[in-house]
C-alpha cells in the first residue's frame, strides 16, 4: 500500500508544480491568465493526494499490509477480500430504467417520469437483494 | 475513492467552465452577481456543512457498531443516539439544503435568470444544479442505508461499510459545495 501512496503523491506533487509553472507562464504572455488548465492542473493534483491519503488513513487502520513487505508471501495476502454478488438481475432491470430516464430528458419529461416509476423498485431491489429473504447475509 | 477522484475532475470542468466565462463577459457577471442573495446561501452552506458534522457522528456510531439507541431510551437523550438517528438527522439537514436551492432557483428565475437567458445562467444552474443532483442522489443513498439498518437483526460489519462509504460521499459533496460558494458567492 506504500507503493501506492506514493504514487498518488508523486502525481500530486508533479500536477502542483505544473499547475504554478503553466500558471506563470499562460499568465505572463498577452492573452492572459488561463484558467480552465490551471484548475485542471490543481483538481487533478488533488485528486492524486485524494488517493494517497485514504489509502494512508487505510494503511493505518490496518495491522500490516503483506505487500509492504520485501520478504513477504503471496500467500500472506489470502482472506476475505469483501463481498461479491453471484449473480443478480436487478442492475439489469436498473440499467435498463435508467436507459429510459436519459430517454426522457431528450424526448420529454413524461417519459423521464415513467422511467423513474421503474428505477425506484429496481433500485431498492438491488439494494436490498442480499439483506432480505434467503440470501440475507 | 477512484470514483469519487473522477468525480473531482468532472466539477473540475464545471470550475473551469465558469471561470472562463467569467473572463469574457465582465459586464454581465457585475450585473448577474447582484441578484444573489449571499446571506441566505452562506446560511444554506451552514446547513449543508453542519449535515457532515452529524454524519461524522453517525460514522462513530457504526463504527462501534451502534445502530440504534436502545429500546426504551427517550430520542431526547442525544448521548444515547446510534447511526440510524443521527443519519436521519443528516438527511433532514440535507434536505433543508436542497429545498433552500429550490427557494433560490426559483428567486432567480423570477428576475429572469434561467438556464437559456445568458452564459451566466448557464454556469450558475449547470455547476449547483449537478451539485445539487449530487446531494439528492445523497439523500437516496442515505435513505436506503437507513432502510438496511431495519432489514438484520444484527448490525453487521458490511452494514457499517456501507454506512462508512455513503459519508465519504457526502463528505466530497459538502467539500464541493465549499469550493462552489467560495467560487459563486465569495468571488463573484
New interface residues.
Partial sequence: MRAMERIGILIGVFAFAVAALYGAWTGSNEV??E???V??LI??G??GF??AW?LWMTRRRLERDPSDDPLGDIDEIQGDYG?FSPHSWWPLFLGAAAAICFLGLAVGWWLFIIGAFFAVPA??GW??EY??GEH?? | ??W???E??F???L??FY??IR?HEADLWAERTEMLNVPFALANTIVLVVSSVWCQLGVLQAEKGIVSRPAGSSLTRVAAWGMREWYVLTYFFGAVFIAGQVYEYAHLVEEGVTLASDPYGSVFYLATGFHGLHVTGGL?AFL?II??TF??RRY?H?QATGAVVTSYYWHFVDVVWIALFIMIYVLQ
Avoid: P
Fill in positions: 492572459g491568465f484558467w480552465v488548465g484548475i485542471g483538481l487533478g488533488l485528486l485524494m488517493i485514504y463481498f433500485l431498492v439494494t436490498f439483506w432480505k440475507a447475509l | 475513492m477512484v469519487l477522484a473522477s473531482l475532475m466539477f473540475a470542468a470550475f473551469a471561470f472562463t473572463g437516496v436506503l432502510g438496511r432489514t438484520t453487521t458490511a
